[in-house]
């Protein structure tokens, strides 16, 4: 991110008392947060040499703010986990990413068991620790500045590599979509441990010269309290949050002062959204994008509800986006396909065993997103679905085979398939019909023995219907477009579980 440190240099010269963060420790200046990052910076360098690879423990924190200065200033690059990842989930990141260093807790470091990178050095950070090897190797990475964890449809984890050009490009088009002006404050409520979180609410605000609002800890009413005390002017979220915010809000109308709020990732309904933003009293834009492809298409403020909330908006200027058949043929617009995008925030690749692996493209440079898409006529994009067999569950893809899987290991359970039921909050539930001869086979017994297989608690199911057989269609494969119908239909007479 050398790029964006060369600006802020510049900025902390004429102005080192500007706000750039603000978190639970309280307001963070410029001068502060580039008085630490040269401190860091000194740091990784005297630990294991220039242009380090640096996995950091993300938070949402005046720290990860801190620690992307110092990367840049040292022209290394910076892969984000987690605080809540696991011993395993650290040990793969790890094999993909193959860090020189680790910036943690002390506490995240004995979970993770990070001396497997490297001895802990020098103390960072206000109390965090720093574990490096000697000596780095440059250039693995092209021009990728930033490797985010995307939940993918695989079950694992990938590292997704952007460059700081794509990053910019994304900033820039959101800043002109939106109408942001320097020192708007923006909101950064998703954990920044994605590609696309730090662009846009890391390094977007800092390229805007914008405060920062940090939220550590996920609580719908306080985020919009916090967002309305500061004058937050835009946040990007993930629609399970916007329609939190919209139930939970303390009074109606408190983000009145907001320009717009940008929602993505996931399954939107048009009227839980318009309800949403009639209670928080601002601009819902619907966008389309991904980790691999930054923010790719969005709404504008000024577009009437049934645009803003009904469709995906269109391209950013520069990102073509297409739909194709099986074959790859433009189908017509207000046809259904798969979804194609050729952009300058298209990702360099995938980390894989420490290296940058190029993404698989199309001849003339597409990559198919595997959503399902209409472009109509006037160019506006509606994303109807995935290709693949996953559940977006609050902006998290589950893998359904993972999780058809970990059921099936059941001693009582003959068949099982794994299907999204619809909700109004998270988008999409987990429901599983099973064919068992355990006729009570229920919700808290079938998530005991996930607990006991080691599923992650997210994707666990919280509908469990036993049925006498799984729906089939004529060569009597299954038919999961029947299944969803008879989960859904069985699912409207129970109230889902939460947990």
Known sequence: MRELVSELDLRVANDPELTVAIDSAGRHTLGSVMAAARDLADA????????????????????????????GRVEGTLALLSGHATRHEFTAACEDIDPDVVVTAPAIAEVWATETVGAIGTPVLDGWVLAGRTGTRPGRWGDGVVIGLTSGSTGRAKGVVQSEAALRYAGRSTIEAVGLEPGDPVAALVPLSS???????????????????????????????????????????????????????????????????????????????????????????????????????TSLPSDPGNVRLGTDGVPFTGTHLRVVDEVGTAVPAGTVGRAQVRGPSLFA????????????????????????????????????????????????????HEVESAVARHPSVEQVCAVPVPDDVLGERVAVLLVTSQRDLGLAAVQEHLETAGLAKGKWPEHVFVVDALPQNRVGKLSRTDAIRLACSLAADREPARH
């Not at 242009?51 to 703010?65: D, F, I, K, M």
């Not at 995938?350 to 597409?366: F, I, K, M, Q, R």
Request: net charge negative; aromatic share 4%; with cysteine.
């Open 44 to 71: 990784l360098v005297d630990s294991t040499g220039p242009h380090p690879t640096v996995l950091l423990q993300a938070e949402n924190t005046w720290r990860t703010v801190v620690c992307a200065v110092a990367v």
């Open 195 to 297: 590609a696309a979180a730090v662009c846009f609410g890391l390094y977007l605000p800092l390229m805007l010269g914008a405060p920062m609002l940090l939220t550590e800890r996920w609580s719908p009413p306080d985020a919009v309290r916090m967002m309305a005390e500061h004058g937050v002017r835009w946040t990007m979220c993930v629609p399970t949050m916007a329609l939190q915010m919209g139930m939970h809000a303390p009074e109606p109308g408190m983000l009145s002062a907001m320009t717009a709020m940008t929602v993505g990732g996931g399954p939107m309904d048009s009227g839980a959204l318009a309800r949403a933003e009639e209670r928080l009293g601002t601009h819902i834009l619907r966008v389309f994008g991904m980790s691999e492809c930054l923010g790719h298409t």
């Open 349 to 400: 690749g995938y980390a894989h065993s420490g290296t940058v692996a190029s993404p698989e493209l199309t001849a003339d440079g597409y990559l198919t997103t595997g959503d399902l898409m209409s472009i109509d006529a006037e160019g506006r994009v509606a994303v109807r679905g995935r290709e693949k067999d996953i559940i977006i569950r609050g902006g998290r893809n589950i893998d359904i």
